[in-house]
């Protein structure tokens, strides 16, 4: 009678284990064509309105305005999710560390005081129409209209951009490099922000969070520079 043989145990080898670089599973173009048409329909649909209503109104315009923001990105994500990559995952919804989310804060703060000096140097060569009156009649007409605009304007607002702009435009665009995927998708953020001062400063704060998601792959810690970003301008609108 002869043994029986005992067959080797396979150990894993570096070929077996998943790598380091192996490429996640990202949005591309039909993401991108989906979430950015949705959203620029819901916005034209929300600046229609706000043109027909009353100046009177402008403090309830704006909590509205930054409230349907928020809403529009979320829409247009759910859109691009159910395109084909029904994992949320994959649009940036990962855990992150700590010290991602205190660097996002800080860069929230740093943005802002950058964007007096962008604003600075703006206005020492041309004049234009306050587009941000709106949001100052809301900041600075009471507590209770303080607190609609900072929930719906410094959470709702950034929530709604980063997901659409970070979370599907620069996911897919990352894949062919950081001047795309950082640069390329501030831009786009700006152009979509209308010809103003506040184009510079959206394309500004575009690149601070898209190096920040293209570092970390996590919405959070860009999340944390526009939550900062919009809050303290908001808390200085409601100074003036």
Same mark, same amino acid.
């Given at each position: 009678m002869t043994?029986?043989?005992v067959p080797k145990r396979r150990t894993n080898t570096a070929q077996d284990l998943p790598s380091a670089t192996e490429t996640r599973i990202q949005p591309g173009w039909p993401e991108i064509a989906v979430a950015l048409i949705i959203y620029l329909i819901l916005i034209a649909a929300l600046g229609l309105w706000m043109?027909?209503?009353s100046d009177e109104q402008a403090a309830l315009r704006g909590i509205i @305005?930054?409230? =349907?923001?928020?809403?529009? @990105?979320?829409? =247009?994500l759910l859109a691009a999710y159910a395109?084909?990559?029904?994992d949320f995952s994959a649009f940036g919804f990962r855990a992150t560390e700590r010290k991602w989310l205190l660097a996002g804060a800080a860069l929230g703060v740093?943005?802002?005081g950058l964007s007096f000096i962008i604003e600075g140097i703006y206005f020492q060569f041309i004049t234009e129409v306050n587009t941000q009156v709106d949001f100052q009649a809301a900041a600075s007409g009471g507590a209770l209209s303080l607190l609609a605009i900072l929930v719906t304007g410094a959470f709702f607002t950034p929530f709604g951009e980063e997901v659409v702009f970070r979370g599907v435009i620069a996911n897919a665009l990352n894949r062919y490099g950081m001047w795309a995927g950082v640069v390329g998708s501030a831009a786009i953020f700006a152009l979509v922000h209308g010809p103003s001062v506040i184009l510079l400063d959206a394309f500004m704060a575009g690149?601070?969070?898209?190096?920040?998601?293209?570092k970390t792959g996590s919405l959070w810690p860009s999340l944390a520079v526009h939550v900062v970003y919009n809050g303290l301008h908001l808390l200085y609108y409601s100074t003036l």
């Amino acid at each position: 009678m002869t043994a029986t043989s005992v067959p080797k145990r396979r150990t894993n080898t570096a070929q077996d284990l998943p790598s380091a670089t192996e490429t996640r599973i990202q949005p591309g173009w039909p993401e991108i064509a989906v979430a950015l048409i949705i959203y620029l329909i819901l916005i034209a649909a929300l600046g229609l309105w706000m043109v027909q209503t009353s100046d009177e109104q402008a403090a309830l315009r704006g909590i509205i @305005g930054m409230a =349907a923001n928020g809403v529009a @990105g979320a829409i =247009a994500l759910l859109a691009a999710y159910a395109l084909r990559i029904r994992d949320f995952s994959a649009f940036g919804f990962r855990a992150t560390e700590r010290k991602w989310l205190l660097a996002g804060a800080a860069l929230g703060v740093f943005a802002f005081g950058l964007s007096f000096i962008i604003e600075g140097i703006y206005f020492q060569f041309i004049t234009e129409v306050n587009t941000q009156v709106d949001f100052q009649a809301a900041a600075s007409g009471g507590a209770l209209s303080l607190l609609a605009i900072l929930v719906t304007g410094a959470f709702f607002t950034p929530f709604g951009e980063e997901v659409v702009f970070r979370g599907v435009i620069a996911n897919a665009l990352n894949r062919y490099g950081m001047w795309a995927g950082v640069v390329g998708s501030a831009a786009i953020f700006a152009l979509v922000h209308g010809p103003s001062v506040i184009l510079l400063d959206a394309f500004m704060a575009g690149i601070l969070t898209g190096m920040l998601f293209r570092k970390t792959g996590s919405l959070w810690p860009s999340l944390a520079v526009h939550v900062v970003y919009n809050g303290l301008h908001l808390l200085y609108y409601s100074t003036l």
